[in-house]
C-alpha cells in the first residue's frame, strides 16, 4: 500500500524528519533528460551533484540503447546468444526489468527495442522530432523478457540475435532509487533525485515531506504544474503519451509499447502518475497503466496503488490513496510555491 507515501496532511512524515533549514538543489542535463538533485544539508549540494553525475555517466555506458560502446549494445552485438559476463551494474539493471516484467504479467518488458526502432526511436529524441517519414513494417510482439538468459552465479548475461533490449522502461526509475540511496549514503543527509520525473528519495525528508510538482513535462514552469504533492519515502514516477511523441509516416506515436501488439500503446490517457515504495515500482505501474487504458483504473485499485490518471481530454481519475485536487497544491503544502525546494544557499 502506499498510504505513508504521498500525504495530503504532512504532520506526520514516513522517515525522521530532517532539521528544517535551507533545501539546495543542483540541475544538470544528463541520459537524456533533466536531472535534480535536492539535499536538506546546503553545504553538501555541489557534492550531492557530482556524485549524480557519476552514477549517471555509469548508467548510460551500461544501459544506453543509443551508445554503439554501451556495455548493453555491446553484449547484443557480439554475445550471438551466448552467455556474456557483465557487469555488476548492467546485471543488476536487466534483473530490475525483467523481475518488472513478471510482476506486471509482461505489460512492462525490456525486449521492445525492435518496436521501439521500427517506430522511429532509435536515436536521441530530439533527432527523433525532425524524421518526416520512414519505411512502413509490419508491428510485430515483444520477443518476451523470458528470452534474456541470466545466471546469478556467473553474472552472465545471453541476449538472443533479432532481440533488442530497451532499458528505457526501467532503467532512469533505476537510476533515480540507486543515485538517492547512494548519495544520501554518503553525505548523510536527506535527498531527492528526479530524472525527468521519476523521483526517488532516501535519508531524512525535510518537515512536511519534499513537496514534488505534478506536469506533463519536466521542464513546466513551476508556477504551472499541475499540482503538488509530499512524499516522504520511496518513489514517484510519470508516464505520458504527449511529451515525447512524434509524428511517423501522417500519425502521432510515442514511446511507451504494448509489448503484445509492438506497437504504441492507445493514448487513452495524456498523463499517469503513480507513488510507490521505489521509484522502480512507481515507473513500473505508471508506464503499465497507459498500456492498459481504461484497465487501469481497476488493476491499480485492486493493487493499492495511488495514483492520478489524465485522460487525453484532461479528465482526471484518482486511484487508491491519491490526494484530491486543489488549486495548485496539495493540501499540507499549500505554502510551498515550487514543486522542488529551490532555497539555494
Not at 504532512?10 to 536531472?35: F, Q
Not at 520477443?143 to 532512469?172: C, F, N, Y
Not at 538517492?180 to 528519495?201: K, P, Q
Request: net charge negative; with cysteine; hydrophobic share 45%.
Amino acid at each position: 500500500m502506499t498510504d505513508t507515501l504521498i500525504e495530503r496532511d504532512v504532520d506526520r512524515p514516513a522517515v525522521p524528519a530532517a532539521p528544517e533549514g535551507i533545501i539546495a538543489t543542483r540541475t544538470m542535463r544528463a541520459i537524456g533528460t533533466t536531472a535534480v538533485v535536492a539535499v536538506t544539508d546546503a553545504g553538501q549540494a555541489d557534492a550531492a551533484l557530482a556524485l549524480l553525475a557519476a552514477d549517471l555517466r555509469a548508467i548510460d555506458e551500461a544501459c544506453s540503447r543509443f551508445r554503439a560502446d554501451s556495455e548493453l549494445r555491446v553484449v547484443e552485438q557480439t554475445g550471438a546468444g551466448r552467455p556474456v559476463p557483465v557487469s555488476p551494474l548492467l546485471y543488476e539493471a536487466l534483473e530490475t526489468a525483467c523481475s518488472i516484467a513478471v510482476q506486471t504479467a509482461g505489460i512492462v518488458d525490456p525486449t521492445i527495442g525492435s518496436a521501439l526502432i521500427e517506430l522511429g526511436y532509435d536515436r536521441d529524441f530530439d533527432e527523433v522530432r525532425t524524421i518526416e517519414s520512414a519505411p512502413e513494417y509490419e508491428a510485430q510482439a515483444a520477443p518476451g523478457w523470458w528470452q534474456i538468459g541470466m545466471d546469478p552465479q556467473l553474472r552472465t548475461v545471453a541476449i538472443p540475435d533479432g532481440v533488442h533490449v530497451d532499458l528505457g522502461s526501467t532503467a532512469k526509475a533505476f537510476a533515480a532509487d540507486r543515485a538517492a540511496r547512494r548519495i544520501a549514503d554518503a553525505l548523510g543527509c536527506g535527498v531527492l533525485v528526479n530524472l525527468g520525473g521519476d523521483v526517488a528519495v532516501s535519508g531524512g525528508a525535510p518537515v512536511g515531506g519534499w513537496a514534488v510538482g505534478i506536469a506533463a513535462e519536466c521542464t513546466t514552469a513551476l508556477d504551472a504544474v499541475d499540482q503538488v504533492v509530499a512524499i516522504s519515502a520511496g518513489g514517484l514516477a510519470s508516464s505520458g503519451t504527449t511529451a515525447r511523441s512524434w509524428v511517423r509516416n501522417g500519425r502521432t506515436v510515442h514511446h511507451i509499447i504494448d509489448p503484445w501488439t509492438g506497437e504504441a500503446a492507445p493514448a487513452v490517457w495524456s498523463l499517469v502518475t503513480t507513488a510507490a515504495h521505489s521509484c522502480v515500482e512507481a515507473n513500473a505501474w505508471s508506464t503499465a497503466a497507459v498500456v492498459l487504458g481504461e484497465d487501469a483504473i481497476g488493476d491499480l485499485g485492486a493493487r493499492g496503488i495511488a495514483a492520478r490518471l489524465v485522460r487525453a481530454d484532461g479528465t482526471i481519475v484518482h486511484v487508491g490513496d491519491w490526494p484530491g485536487e486543489t488549486p495548485r497544491f496539495a493540501a499540507g503544502t499549500a505554502d510551498r510555491s515550487d514543486p522542488i525546494p529551490r532555497k539555494v544557499q
